[in-house]
Each structure stands twice: as C-alpha cells, then as structure tokens.
C-alpha cells in the first residue's frame, strides 16, 4: 500500500492531504472538510481504513491552508473565508484535478460533511468528467443551490442522522431537487455527524458499497 503526505496547490497556497493506495485499487474518494486538521483526526481515519480494506484509494485532504488553520485557531481568521461555500468548492475543484492528473484510469469519487457537501456537489457539477459519485455524511447539500444542483449528474448518496431532525429535513430537500440517481439513507438511531462509534463505523461500510459501485450499489 503508498501512502504519502502530499501538497495541492490552489490559487490561495497549498493544501496538504494524505494519499493512500492499496496494491490492488478500483477507484479513489476524496475526503475533505473545512478544517486544518482533518487528516489526522480518528474518525477520518477510520472512515479511510474502511474505503482501504475495500480497495478503495483516499486522498484526505484540509480545505484550509496551513496559515488559514492557524490564523482560525488563533482567533484571528477573517469570519466568512473558512466556511464560504464557493471558496470550498474551487478548493476541492483543484484537489480532484490534481487527483485526477495522477489517477486517469481510476473513478473518482467525493466523501464531504457539513458545509463540504455543497462543496462536493458543486465540484461534481463543475467537474463531470472527472467526479463519478458524491456521499455527502450529514451534510448541508441544501447551501449548494439550484443552479449547481441543476448541473449534477454524478449519482449522489446523502447519508444523514435520524435525531438530526433540521439537517434530516435539508437533505430530503436537496434529494427531491436533484434531477440524478440519488439516495437517501437515514441512520434512525444517530446523532448529528454520526459521533457514535457504531453509527460511523456504518456510514463508513455504507460509503464503501456506494464507492466500490460508484453509484449502482445497493445500500
């Protein structure tokens, strides 16, 4: 298995993320969110060694800057930079070229939580030839807009805590505006961002299947 810290650059500096391929691989997700410490964290490890032992590549990567993760643990971070969607979503544009230019053979598909699921879906609308899939874990799809949803075509998993009632109404929503193949699968017992173990270990057994078939798997 490679695995390798590795440096995207974008028009703002260089975002860091890890890397990993399995010796036999059938496609590779991105797993991204807003913060500075994303790839280290437990539960993203997690979610990653589960893509793993499926045969699944990951690129886990922060949407900030080192500088920005810094500045924002400081308190010092401008208010609207870290989570503004649009920023976001050319961020992860740049990561899935960047993957894309090293994986050409490989499906690519996006794994992105909170305010990084709009990012997902508008990079998927920005990208289609490059995005195969989309699971968006408890997410805010909904801060994506029409005219990005309208632009969707990869098949979209939306994935979402049943006792996270308001996130739970936002994604019914954004399922019954996508014009693509979509799902919806509610974890009844869940709360929000999965934080039970067995809840994550389930979203990531679940995100698995949808990768492994990129959209045709039955979950």
Do not use: Y
């Not at 890397?19 to 913060?35: I, K, Q």
């Amino acid at each position: 298995m490679l695995s390798e810290t590795v440096t995207v650059p974008n028009g703002d500096g260089a975002l860091i993320g890890e890397l990993t391929v399995p010796d036999t691989v059938f496609g590779v997700t991105v797993l991204a969110r807003r913060s500075g410490s994303f790839r280290r964290d437990s539960r993203s490890r997690a979610v990653a060694g589960t893509l793993h032992d499926s045969a699944l590549g990951t690129l886990v990567i922060d949407l900030l800057t080192a500088d920005e993760a810094a500045a924002e643990a400081a308190g010092t971070a401008p208010g609207d930079r870290p989570g503004d969607v649009d920023l976001l979503t050319h961020r992860l544009v740049a990561s899935v070229d960047w993957l894309a230019a090293r994986v050409s053979d490989l499906p690519v598909g996006l794994f992105c939580a909170s305010t990084g699921a709009a990012a997902a879906l508008g990079a998927a609308a920005a990208r289609p030839g490059l995005v195969d899939t989309v699971v968006c874990p408890d997410g805010r799809p909904d801060l994506a807009g029409d005219d990005v949803l309208g632009h969707v075509h990869a098949p979209v998993l939306l994935l979402v805590a049943g006792r996270d009632t308001e996130i739970l109404r936002r994604n019914r929503e954004t399922a019954n505006r996508l014009p693509v193949l979509n799902r919806l699968r509610v974890l009844p017992d869940a709360t929000h961002l999965f934080e039970e173990p067995e809840a994550l270990n389930e979203v990531a057994a679940v995100a698995a299947r949808w990768f492994a078939g990129m959209g045709q798997a039955e979950i």
